[in-house]
């Protein structure tokens, strides 16, 4: 299948950390990925994970990544008001060329001052 | 300097009209795609080109159909529009071995509201 599945809503206080899920059935997704997308805007990649790694840390993010489980994780250290967004896992199914990204539904990061 | 653009922004139609939405793409890419969100900000692929081939074709009603004049440009054209096909169509863009993790570059969006 290519399910990806994410908790629609995350409400967190600024200067806390942010922890996005998701979850995939895909276990020959090379790599997984994190898009952002800010109010009526495009999507944005933010960072992204190969299948062989666990952990990704890149300035205020870290990727987890348990393949066992299927379970990725985004978390934002010292989350600003800038980061309100819509954070989307996707992957791109094993099988399948040419960037056929599966997205997830999407979470719905609200950040208070 | 705009990577992926879009037009238009916004487009308001009654049903039984036909469409079109532009991209194009300044980056050099090589594929194209076409993305359907929906209300709950769900989002589909639709279908992508390759160098003016299309490769992806999701299943989606033969009323869409896209058109690749060149490598720079994707369109998408919409016949006898229907309620349901009011969404947000993105198009993106991405250059096929630049990177090994695919990285596509997603234009603004067009809004399409069918009345």
């Known amino acids: 299948g290519e399910d990806v599945e994410q908790s629609l809503f995350l409400s967190v206080r600024e200067g806390d950390s942010s922890v996005i899920n998701c979850t995939y059935t895909?276990?020959?997704?090379?790599?997984l990925y994190w898009y952002k997308q800010e109010p009526g805007a495009g999507l944005q990649l933010l960072t992204y994970?190969?299948?062989?790694?666990d952990m990704k840390q890149d300035q205020r993010l870290t990727v987890l990544l348990n393949k066992k489980d299927k379970h990725l994780s985004l978390r934002i250290a010292d989350t600003q008001t800038g980061d309100s967004a819509i954070y989307f896992c996707?992957?791109?199914?094993?099988?399948?060329?040419?960037?056929?990204?599966?997205f997830g539904q999407g979470t719905i990061l609200t950040v208070h001052p | 300097d705009t990577a992926v653009s879009q037009t238009p922004k916004y487009l308001v139609t009654q049903m039984g009209n036909d469409k079109s939405i532009k991209c194009e793409q300044n980056?050099?890419?090589?594929?194209m795609y076409w993305y359907k969100q929906d209300s709950k900000k769900f989002l589909k692929i639709m279908f992508s080109?390759?160098?003016?081939?299309?490769?992806i074709n999701e299943t989606v009603p033969n009323r869409f159909s896209p058109k690749s004049p060149d490598k720079a440009h994707l369109n998408l054209h919409i016949n006898s529009l229907e309620l349901g096909d009011s969404a947000v169509y993105f198009c993106?863009?991405?250059?096929?071995?630049?990177?090994?993790?695919?990285?596509?570059?997603f234009g603004p969006g067009t809004r399409l509201t069918v009345l």
């Open positions: 996707a992957e791109i199914p094993g099988g399948t060329s040419y960037g056929k990204l599966t």
């Open positions: 895909d276990s020959s997704s090379t790599y």
């Open positions: 994970i190969f299948s062989n790694m």
């Open positions: 980056l050099g890419h090589d594929t």
């Open positions: 080109y390759n160098n003016k081939e299309l490769i």
């Open positions: 993106a863009s991405a250059l096929q071995g630049a990177s090994s993790y695919n990285e596509q570059f």
